[in-house]
């Protein structure tokens, strides 16, 4: 049971994993990289790059493999890869379109992810939704990464909307963080995985299908 609280101006989104399933083109993207240099990551760690940035997670997988190599021509080469992936592999998630236009009549609306601008974009393209959002950061507009609160924050600017006037919609406990941080309230999604690692958010719902949940939170409403 949620309390009443101040109504949000603003819903902020992250991408991957809540508006849309494609942690799976990620890793896909990333094991035809892997595999053409005879390198097999394993599963726990993919799952550890989930809600991490793609820099942030070779620089963690690199540092464990002990590879002694750029990050960035990795990540560009990943970046090509998962956007050719990525055109024919639109998956959002069930109630996502349609929470997606309910909130626009009533909020604000925002993305915030770790993934490319240039991702973030096609997706919103791809939904037929991208009017419906006043802002979008990709990890190309900020210089630190979720758990950093700089995604959300540099959102919530762009909306003319103060922090704590935000609601965010987060799929992994780093988003969680960075959302908190950021002095966001949050509804955990379990659309990745189980939905005690969420345990940070102010609220969780079983899917975006909770539309009527999501909404009186957003409004401040006691639930």
Known sequence: MTQPTAPAKAVIFDLDGVLVDSESIHVEAWSALFSRRGIAVTREEYEHGVGMA??????WLFARRGIAEAIG????????????LLAGNLRPFPGAVALVRRLHREFRLGVASNSWR????TVLDGLGVRGCFGAIVGADDVG??????AAYLRAAERLRVAPEACTV????????????AAG?????????MPAERLAEADLLVSTLSDADA??????GEAG
């Open 169 to 180: 919609l987060e799929d992994s406990p780093l988003g969680i963080r960075a959302a908190k």
């Open 73 to 84: 021509p990795w990540r560009e080469a990943k970046r090509k890869v998962f956007q050719a």
């Open 214 to 219: 999501i909404v009186r939170f957003a409004r």
């Open 184 to 192: 966001m309230r949050c509804i955990g999604i379990p659309n990745t």
């Open 144 to 149: 630190r990464h979720k758990p950093h609160p």
């Open 118 to 121: 240039e991702n973030i974009e």
């Open 54 to 59: 793609d820099a942030d997670w070779l620089a």
